[in-house]
């Protein structure tokens, strides 16, 4: 099974290896519970150079409990019992607008380009504005256009309807939404609409489904396992299993490193993310409160009717056969 976006487990690597870079954060805090969930892999996001040499030292130091995967080939075929960790550029910080950072980072192995944390920022506007729906900068679709030479990866995820609208005008290629539920389900800014789901699944792409309470009911604090199923339901009966995956942005980091992160995405706590956002995120919906719990989502999918077939492409051989078009093993 893979989680195609692991959320704010990265603060936590960065804060460990400031104080010390020879630390394991992966290893000795998140691999255990990551596997007793029957995790076998997991994509995590990158913004820097810094944080990409961070997460290269941990697999380097993990004495083979970790593989560094660039592209399909490398997961299938890393050693027996390793985990598999691929990256994703979140490209709104510090290397914004740096094109020749674009190409050397997809030479690294990075797989996937995100250009939203929910703000707006100097690509395009996110979810999170208050201001209207907006859409993508000059200068975000210059990247756009950028990355239909390269082998990354178009994750939507975190913008308003505008930009995502704006993406698929301008970019023709494969898309993806790594973390989001239906709209239909239950109403959110950070949902998708059905017509945005369809859209996704035209253009050959998945949609992680993901727990954090605040995207699954109305009323956070009530939200189970049978709620994340229903977002994973309708998605199913719309698209279908080839375009549903698992992106279940679980935080798993220590309460400080998430109340910085959701003070960054909602900074005039416009939509009260500084207030309940914290102990929203401090623990998954009821029946799968954290990482180790995710196999309860198979299970839920397999008594809603999903066959072993369709249970293989949502715990990852979607997004693989995804990833496998976008960035074939010769695309370094």
């Not at 820097?48 to 660039?70: A, K, Q």
């Not at 977002?231 to 199913?236: D, K, N, S, T």
């Not at 490193?257 to 706590?269: E, V």
């Amino acid at each position: 099974m893979i989680n195609i976006y692991v959320g704010p487990t990265i603060a936590h690597v960065m804060s460990g290896h400031r104080a010390d870079p020879h630390a394991q954060i992966l290893r000795e805090n998140y691999l255990e519970s990551w596997r007793a969930g029957g995790l076998t892999g997991a994509i995590m996001q990158v913004s820097d150079w810094p944080t990409v040499g961070m997460l290269l030292s941990e697999v380097r130091g993990s004495e083979g409990e970790i593989t560094f995967c660039t592209s399909r080939a490398d997961f299938d075929n890393r050693p027996e019992g390793s985990f598999g960790l691929f990256m994703s550029f979140e490209g709104y910080g510090p290397l914004v607008g740096d094109f020749e950072a674009l190409e050397t980072m997809s030479q690294l192995g990075v797989t996937t380009f995100t250009f939203s944390h929910n703000m707006q920022n100097l690509l395009c506007t996110g979810c999170n504005e208050r201001f209207g729906e907006g859409g993508f900068s000059h200068l975000g679709k210059q990247v756009l256009k950028e990355l239909k030479s390269l082998p990354l990866m178009v994750d939507l995820v975190h913008m308003s309807r505008g930009s995502f609208w704006d993406a698929l005008d301008i970019y023709d290629g494969d898309i993806f939404v790594s973390h989001a539920n239906a709209d239909a389900v239950s109403p959110h800014r950070r949902n998708l609409t059905d017509e945005q789901i369809k859209a996704v699944a035209a253009r050959n792409g998945v949609i992680g489904i993901t727990t954090y309470r605040g995207y699954v009911t109305e009323d956070p604090y009530r939200a189970t396992l049978s709620d994340v199923l229903d977002h994973a339901m309708h998605i199913y009966d719309l698209v279908g299993a080839e375009h549903l995956a698992i992106g279940a942005d679980y935080s798993g980091s220590p309460m400080e490193m998430i109340s910085a992160g959701l003070k960054q995405a909602d900074p005039d706590n416009a939509y009260g993310l500084n207030e309940i956002g914290p102990d929203v995120y401090a623990v998954g919906p009821e029946g799968m409160e954290d990482a180790s719990r995710l196999g309860n989502l198979v299970g839920g999918l397999a008594e809603r009717g999903l066959s072993q077939a369709e249970l293989d492409l949502v715990t990852g051989g979607s997004y693989l056969a995804m990833l496998e078009r976008a960035r074939p093993e010769t695309a370094r």
